[in-house]
């Protein structure tokens, strides 16, 4: 069955760096487009960033332009999201989604905490 594990949140400080990943298994990966959403507390879940399932192609919700890097490794069935610069609103639980056989598929997420 197709399974997302999202992993690499914790707590950071105002600037600092955070990789999330997202291991994949049960379905082809290197055929899908994979997406990170996050969801703070109290608000709805937004959409973050995605990627094609090549990786050539890359898209990000305008609040992390220039902060946040998705990537994906196809030989490891894992995506990542590289995030710098990090603030107090980009705490919030992230988590990764794919839609193969025309179903919305989502991990449980890892939590982001930007505090000092």
């Known amino acids: 069955q197709v399974q997302l594990v999202e992993s690499g949140g914790g707590l950071e400080q105002p600037g600092g760096s955070l990789r999330l990943s997202c291991a994949a298994s049960?379905?082809?990966?290197?055929?899908?487009?994979i997406s990170w959403y996050r969801q703070a507390p109290g608000k709805e879940r937004e959409f973050v960033a995605s990627?094609?399932?090549?990786?050539?192609?890359?898209y990000y919700v305008d609040s992390v332009k220039g902060r946040f890097t998705i990537s994906r490794d196809n030989a490891k069935n894992t995506a990542y999201l590289q995030m710098h610069g990090l603030k107090p609103e980009d705490t919030a639980v992230y988590s990764c989604?794919?839609?193969?056989?025309?179903?919305?598929?989502w991990g449980n997420g890892t939590l982001v905490t930007v505090s000092s």
């Open positions: 989604n794919v839609n193969p056989y025309g179903k919305n598929y």
């Open positions: 049960g379905f082809t990966f290197s055929h899908y487009a």
């Open positions: 990627i094609s399932n090549t990786g050539g192609f890359t």
